[in-house]
């Protein structure tokens, strides 16, 4: 089996850019898929394929990629995006998460 | 509006079974593969079993093989998860979840509520 390796947690100021890596061989052959999940609540779906985003999820979540390392990015972070972020890759007949990032916006 | 409502968690001992219920509603069931997906307390995302739309194909992670068993009911628009011989660390909220593309098990789109399973004795 394979593994995803996010950073455990990170902090960024209201109004800067956020990047949360996600790494794992699989990524050099595979899209990742970025869920965001707040205290108490389900799991969102925010990026997939890589870069695109779902419908209603506002524009400053992207997603892109290089090599093995999926990057999940939130430009002029506000304090709702204050949540644990969730990489996701499929790999036949696996699918897997990483660990998590708890993602503070102060 | 997609709904998907589970049910069937609570208290059970090691050992013990129960069987989790995922009521779908406001798309067309039979048409979307799912997923049971759990989170242990204070813990991250942990994927568990995928079954197709019409349960030709199904797998499962590791660690519930051979004690879990997936199944669906397309005519009741309802998802299942048997457990059993359970663990102390089977305790998690279990979710099901949509995969957003048809045949392609992931991303998940749709994610219900959650039920708590707490396994102790």
């Known amino acids: 089996s394979y593994e995803l390796t996010q950073p455990p947690s990170m902090s960024v100021s209201p109004g800067q850019t956020a990047s949360i890596t996600c790494s794992g061989d699989?990524?050099?052959?595979?899209?990742a898929s970025w869920y965001q999940q707040k205290p108490g609540r389900s799991p969102v779906l925010v990026i997939y394929?890589?870069?695109k985003r779902p419908s209603g999820i506002p524009e400053r979540f992207s997603g892109s990629n290089s090599g093995n390392t999926a990057t999940l990015t939130i430009s002029g972070a506000q304090a709702m995006d204050e949540a644990d972020y969730y990489c996701?890759?499929?790999?036949?007949?696996?699918?897997?998460f990483g660990g998590g990032t708890k993602l503070t916006v102060l | 509006e997609v709904q998907l409502v589970e049910s069937g968690g609570g208290l059970v001992q090691p050992r013990g079974s129960l069987r989790l219920s995922c009521a779908a509603s406001?798309?067309?069931?039979?048409?979307?593969?799912m997923n049971w997906v759990r989170q242990a307390p204070g813990k991250g995302l942990e994927w568990i079993s995928y079954?197709?739309?019409?349960?030709?194909?199904?797998y499962y992670a590791d660690s519930v093989k051979g004690r879990f068993t997936i199944s669906r009911d397309n005519a009741k628009n309802s998802l299942y998860l048997q457990v059993n011989s359970l663990r102390d660390d089977d305790t998690a909220v279990y979710y099901c979840?949509?995969?957003?593309?048809?045949?392609?098990?992931?991303?998940?789109?749709?994610w219900g509520q959650g039920t708590l399973v707490t396994v102790s004795s």
């Open positions: 699989i990524l050099e052959y595979k899209h």
């Open positions: 079954i197709s739309s019409w349960s030709s194909t199904i």
């Open positions: 979840a949509r995969e957003l593309i048809s045949g392609g098990v992931v991303p998940f789109d749709y």
């Open positions: 996701q890759a499929w790999d036949n007949p696996t699918v897997v």
């Open positions: 406001g798309f067309t069931f039979s048409s979307y593969g």
């Open positions: 394929q890589g870069t």
